[in-house]
C-alpha cells in the first residue's frame, strides 16, 4: 500500500520503478479513522448483523508497512446514532445478497470518521478469522446458534424469502480477542518454529497460562477467570517466514488498546506463547 498527496509523487514513484506503467492498481481516497469488520448472516429467512470488531495492526518496519496483528471486539462502544447507520446501510446490503440468492457470512470492512460517517471498504464472501468466536459466543449475533444454523443448513436446497426478519445490531458487552502470533524476520529469512503447544483452552492464574480443556466450548464456563484457546497446525521443527501467522490465541478479553496496539494483557498473552525458546 502507498499514500501519496500529488501526480508529482506518482511520476517519481514510476522513474524509481515503484510503479510499473502496465500493470493495474486500485486507487483510493484517503480515509483518516480506524478501521472495522461487522459480519452479516444471510438465512432463508432471516437477516443478523454481528457486533463490531476493530482490525489491529502492528508496523512490520520503519516505513510503518503495517501486517494485520488481529481483532478486538468493541463491546457496547458504539452510539445510538452510529448503530442507527450500521442497521440502515448494513440490511440494505444484506437484502441484496438474499435477492441473489446468498446464503452463510458475508464480512465487510469498513471506517468510520470523526464524524460518525461510514466508508465501505470490501466484501468477503466467506468465514472469517472473527468465525469462530460468533460461533462462540452467540452474544456477539443477537443470540442466535449461527454454528448449528450455518452446519445444518448449508447443503439444503433452499428457498430463500424476499421479506425476511431482521436482527440488528445487537446488544452486548463483550470484548474477547484475536491475537495472530506472526514471525517477524526482517532479513527475509525462514525461522525454525522451536516450541509446541497443546491446542485448547488456558486460564490465566497467578500471571500463568494454565492448559484447562481441549474442548474449547467449555471457554464460557467460568466467566471469572481470564481465558485463551490457542489454536495451530504448526509443529515444532517446521520453517517459516516473515509475517506466517503461526499461532491463533482467542481470548475472552480485551488484548488491545483503543488506539489497535498491544495491551499490558496482549503483551503477556505473546510472550507465553513463542514460537521460539
Known sequence: TLCFESAEQIDKLIKTKVLETKTDYLLREFISGK???????????????????????????????????????????????????????????????????????????????????????????????????????????????????????????????????????????????????????PDKKKHLIEKEYTNGIYSLKQNSFVFENPDIRKIKGDNFLKKIIFYSDVRRGESYGDRAVVFHLFSTYRLFRQDGTLNEEGEKALAAFKYKS
Open 35 to 185: 478501521t472495522d469488520g461487522i459480519s452479516v448472516f444471510v438465512g432463508q429467512d432471516f437477516l443478523a448483523l454481528s457486533a463490531a470488531r476493530q482490525q489491529c495492526f502492528f508496523d512490520l518496519d520503519q516505513r510503518h508497512n503495517k501486517v494485520f496483528r488481529g481483532v478486538q471486539w468493541v463491546g457496547n462502544s458504539f452510539s445510538d446514532n452510529l448503530k442507527e447507520k450500521v442497521n440502515e446501510n448494513f440490511s440494505r446490503i444484506g437484502k441484496l445478497l438474499l435477492g441473489k440468492g446468498y446464503f452463510g457470512f458475508a464480512n465487510f470492512d469498513f471506517m468510520i470518521d470523526e464524524k460518525e460517517s461510514l466508508y465501505f471498504i470490501e466484501f468477503n464472501p466467506r468465514l472469517s478469522s472473527a468465525t469462530p468466536q460468533i460461533f462462540l459466543n452467540p452474544e456477539l449475533l443477537s443470540g442466535l446458534p449461527l454454528g448449528q444454523i450455518f452446519l445444518e443448513k448449508f447443503l439444503e436446497t433452499k428457498t430463500f424469502i424476499p421479506e425476511s426478519n431482521f436482527y440488528p445490531y445487537p446488544e452486548t458487552d463483550f470484548e474477547g480477542s484475536l491475537l495472530d502470533v506472526v514471525v517477524k524476520s
